[in-house]
């Protein structure tokens, strides 16, 4: 089956990406206009033709709530143009981590934008959502999505920049994650144990003590939003005689002051994939992106 004509169209923020994907892709792109009246409300337009192509919007979902309803203005102006599918890039997929009713009377809302998304998109690229509960984004989108692997491209970076790289996670939960990343880069790897006290209070303890001698720290995690267990990670390996570590991570999640935190630490280096444009970004996944939407469109 050939893939129809492409266009990428960059949501509010996101022109870098929607550059690189078409760049790889081979076709146009353009940014969505955005106009916001006095009370809020939001108009978008497309200053590109879209009558019978693939309109891919690309834009990661961090602040999701100001950016998902432009995102769906866009996705039905779109198909109302005529355009033969519209699909979406988000790097970042937000409300995954609401995956349960904690308490009596929550939203579950990871099940509710998956419902609001796939009613109005043809397909969905993401990059390791956060899946804790759900096995896969299957469970709860009903449009066919992708999900890009950062681990190969996260391995790559390490055994070129790093020679003797000794990968530790946060938690127990990354235990998976970083254990892919340490096989592919041919490295040791362990995790430490972690307790939450809440939001912004954690503690953490290296579980092995190596030895690891001549190996550098490299503190391994998905998602950093405030960076608290990174920073309560740096203290244990500090107590435990290692020297500074590097951090990186998938999803640059940063609050206003994180990198200072993570830095105050003695961090020595952040590294993050260009998921969430953050001046940490170091590690690219247009060519993967890329790919996933060109399966996609040529199979939906």
Same mark, same amino acid.
């Given at each position: 089956?050939?893939? %129809?004509?492409?266009? !990428?169209?960059?949501?509010?923020?996101?022109?870098?990406?929607?550059?690189?994907?078409?760049?790889?892709?081979?076709?146009?792109?353009?940014?969505?206009? #955005?106009?916001?009246?006095?009370?809020?409300?939001?108009?978008?337009?497309?200053?590109?033709?879209?009558?019978?192509?693939?309109? !891919?919007?690309?834009?990661?979902?961090?602040?999701?709530?100001?950016?998902?309803?432009? #995102? #769906?203005?866009?996705?039905?102006?779109?198909? *109302?143009?005529?355009?033969?599918?519209?699909?979406?890039?988000?790097?970042?997929?937000?409300?995954?981590?609401?995956?349960?009713?904690?308490?009596?009377? *929550?939203?579950?809302?990871?099940?509710?934008?998956?419902?609001?998304?796939?009613?109005?998109?043809?397909?969905? !690229?993401?990059?390791?959502? +956060?899946?804790?509960?759900?096995?896969?984004?299957? *469970?709860?989108?009903?449009?066919?999505?992708?999900?890009?692997?950062?681990?190969?491209?996260?391995?790559?970076?390490?055994?070129?920049?790093?020679?003797?790289?000794?990968?530790?996670? %946060?938690?127990? =939960?990354?235990?998976?994650?970083? @254990? =892919?990343?340490?096989?592919?880069?041919?490295?040791?790897?362990?995790?430490?144990?972690?307790?939450?006290?809440?939001?912004?209070?954690?503690?953490?303890? #290296?579980?092995?003590?190596?030895?690891? %001698? @001549?190996?550098?720290?490299?503190?391994?995690?998905?998602?950093?939003?405030?960076?608290?267990?990174?920073?309560?990670?740096?203290?244990?390996?500090?107590?435990?005689?290692?020297?500074?570590? !590097?951090?990186?991570?998938?999803?640059?999640?940063?609050?206003? *002051?994180?990198?200072?935190?993570?830095?105050?630490?003695?961090?020595?280096?952040?590294?993050?994939?260009?998921?969430?444009? +953050? %001046?940490?970004?170091?590690?690219?996944?247009?060519?993967?992106?890329?790919?996933?939407?060109?399966?996609?469109?040529?199979?939906?």
């Amino acid at each position: 089956m050939t893939v %129809p004509a492409l266009l !990428v169209v960059a949501l509010p923020g996101a022109d870098a990406l929607a550059a690189a994907l078409a760049g790889r892709l081979r076709c146009d792109h353009t940014a969505l206009a #955005l106009h916001q009246f006095p009370d809020g409300e939001s108009l978008v337009r497309l200053d590109a033709p879209v009558k019978g192509r693939c309109v !891919v919007l690309a834009g990661s979902l961090d602040h999701p709530d100001g950016k998902t309803l432009p #995102l #769906l203005f866009a996705a039905d102006a779109a198909r *109302e143009l005529g355009a033969r599918k519209v699909g979406l890039v988000a790097p970042y997929l937000a409300y995954m981590r609401q995956d349960k009713r904690f308490k009596p009377g *929550e939203a579950v809302t990871s099940r509710s934008y998956a419902r609001l998304l796939s009613g109005a998109l043809d397909f969905l !690229v993401t990059v390791d959502p +956060h899946l804790h509960r759900w096995r896969s984004l299957d *469970e709860i989108y009903t449009m066919p999505t992708t999900v890009v692997a950062a681990a190969p491209l996260v391995a790559r970076w390490l055994a070129r920049q790093l020679p003797q790289p000794l990968l530790i996670g %946060p938690d127990s =939960e990354s235990a998976q994650w970083v @254990g =892919e990343v340490a096989r592919l880069a041919g490295a040791p790897w362990t995790v430490m144990a972690k307790t939450r006290r809440g939001d912004r209070e954690v503690t953490v303890r #290296l579980a092995e003590t190596g030895p690891w %001698p @001549g190996h550098t720290p490299v503190l391994l995690d998905d998602i950093v939003s405030t960076g608290q267990t990174l920073v309560a990670a740096a203290v244990a390996l500090a107590k435990a005689g290692l020297p500074a570590p !590097v951090c990186v991570a998938v999803h640059a999640l940063f609050d206003a *002051e994180a990198l200072a935190r993570l830095k105050a630490a003695g961090i020595r280096r952040v590294v993050t994939c260009d998921t969430i444009a +953050h %001046p940490s970004n170091a590690i690219r996944l247009a060519a993967p992106l890329a790919l996933a939407v060109r399966d996609l469109a040529r199979q939906v």
